[in-house]
């Protein structure tokens, strides 16, 4: 927690479809009550370019798909006290994780992204970063102290985590979450 | 205690059962739900899934309940942090044993392994999963198999043989190799003893067997080996 006494939130999208943020945005007028409560201090929807230091609650959207992500994953752990799946691909892989079954090396997986699958255009990605052999769930990497599913999980869920969480309290998840 | 009968203790109430009853249908018919997954009413047991796994006292091994016969003075718990702890475990490894993608599988929401899932509070695996790539067969007219989804519970095997009596369905290979196959390992169009009946459909707990087309919801009916059974011995 700051000075202000406000309760320092990121949020981080990897390889989702930006769905659970946009569960995130349906809190509707309960964000202006969370407003009050915590400072967003790193996210898609703030202009912040660098993960700070010292956050208290890290919300991770989308599975772990490349090198890049690997890093900014194990950089928002080592900063954060308490760290968040969001979402379905976060937790199990998901659609991000249907590649995995089909078992072949990242090239071939961009090739077929983006050549053999492009309707205009195709062209061979050069600057995207390193695929990793396999799509994962956080967890298979960091530990996640908390785990919200849902293709998305409802505002109302994301909000009840939060709200525990503000108050002090362990969210209890039983009868509240869906696997898969 | 009167010829046939036995008693013994389900969760420290004491039951009257008739000889030979295994522990899972004991306890249910003194309204003691074990979870279980491949069981099935109207059905032989099969003992695959783990799940329905109970302590005996004095014995430091656990017993699958679908397969375990009641004897006197038995002292039998269903419900323990021990046996939830083995049961949300055993739910883990088949989540993890084949590719399982709920939100792009045809029994969201209306799947048996997904409900045992929440059911147990299992909110996400702690294994590494396998990401089977299982042959999909599409070739008969409506009915489809999705080995992936698979969870090997053999209901569709035993409702096949038993209920419908033409054993078109079998397993071939071994283990998390095992897999659902029609006739002599045929495609499923050319299989020459399937009627088409729909009852594997009807009773596979997951999305692996469904109907093309039709609503989930729609084809599941758990009940339906005991619903014929029972027609059937109507005098």
Known sequence: MTTTGKVRVATIWLSGCSGCHMSFLDQDERLIDLAQKIQLVYSPIADIKQFPENVDVTLIEGALANEEQLAMLKTARARSKILISLGDCAVTGNVTALRNAWHRSDQEVLERAYLDKSDLNPQRPDQVPKLLVKARPLHEAVKVDFFIPGCPPSADLINYVLTELLAGRTPNMEGRSKYG | ?235
């Open chain 2, 1 to 235: 205690m009167s010829i046939g009968t036995v008693k013994l203790k389900i969760d420290g109430v004491e039951v009257t059962v008739p000889e030979g009853t295994m522990i899972l249908k004991a306890a249910k018919d003194n309204g003691i739900i074990i979870p279980t997954l491949c069981s099935l009413e109207g059905l032989t047991a099969y003992g695959g899934c783990r799940i329905c796994l109970v302590e005996i006292s004095g014995s430091p091994k656990l017993f699958p309940a679908c397969i375990t016969s009641v004897s006197t003075g038995m002292a039998v718990t269903t419900n323990s942090e021990k046996l939830k702890e083995y049961r949300k475990m055993a739910v883990q490894m088949l989540l993890a044993e084949r590719t399982h993608i709920c939100s792009v599988c045809v029994a969201d929401e209306h799947c048996e392994l997904q409900d045992m899932a929440n059911q147990l509070g299992v909110d996400h695996v702690m294994f590494e999963r396998n990401w089977s790539r299982d042959e999909i067969d599409s070739t008969h007219d409506f009915l489809v198999i999705d080995r992936n989804r698979c969870i090997l519970c053999t209901r569709c095997i035993r409702v096949c043989d038993q209920i419908e009596g033409v054993h078109t369905l079998d397993l071939k290979l071994r283990g998390k190799d095992s897999q659902v196959i029609m006739d002599l390992d045929e495609h499923w169009a050319n299989s020459c003893s399937c009627t088409s009946c729909r009852k594997c459909a009807k009773v596979c707990p997951v999305g692996a067997i469904y109907i093309e087309g039709e609503p989930i919801g729609h084809t599941k009916r758990k009940d339906i080996a005991e619903f014929i059974l029972t027609r059937r011995n109507r005098k």
